[in-house]
């Protein structure tokens, strides 16, 4: 499988970016779609989740309300709406696939290559 993230970019604050994820290969329901986020100097964290099959979303509290995740199963595409951005949001975002919902990215087995989000104050 291969995962190709896109949509960063620079915003200033209180902006809106949309990321894509597009998966080649086959993406089965059972599977979970995440995006990650690392900001320099720091580890890499959860921002997002969302079951392929039910389409039930997760998030992190550092987002929730701002932020929201979808999927267009034909396409096989998921996307991160993010809204009111803050500069504490930059960093290269990252688009995965595990098989169950998980905060920590070592549950995640497939990556695709991250997508610089810069927020300006």
């Known amino acids: 499988v291969q995962l190709q993230a896109s949509g960063g970019g620079l915003v200033q604050a209180g902006g809106s970016l949309k990321l894509s994820c597009v998966v080649s290969?086959?993406?089965?329901?059972?599977?979970?779609m995440g995006w990650f986020r690392q900001a320099p100097g720091k580890e890499r964290e959860f921002a997002a989740a969302?079951?392929?099959?039910?389409?039930?979303?997760y998030y992190a509290d550092s987002v929730k309300g701002r932020f929201t995740i979808s999927r267009d199963k034909g396409e096989n595409t998921m996307y991160l709406q993010m809204n009111v951005l803050k500069p504490e949001d930059t960093a290269v975002y990252y688009c995965?696939?595990?098989?169950?919902?998980?905060?920590?990215?070592?549950?995640?087995?497939?990556w695709g290559q991250g997508t610089l989000v810069t927020v300006s104050s």
């Open positions: 995965a696939r595990g098989v169950d919902v998980s905060y920590d990215p070592r549950d995640f087995r497939s």
């Open positions: 290969g086959r993406t089965l329901s059972s599977h979970v």
């Open positions: 969302i079951r392929w099959g039910t389409g039930g979303t």
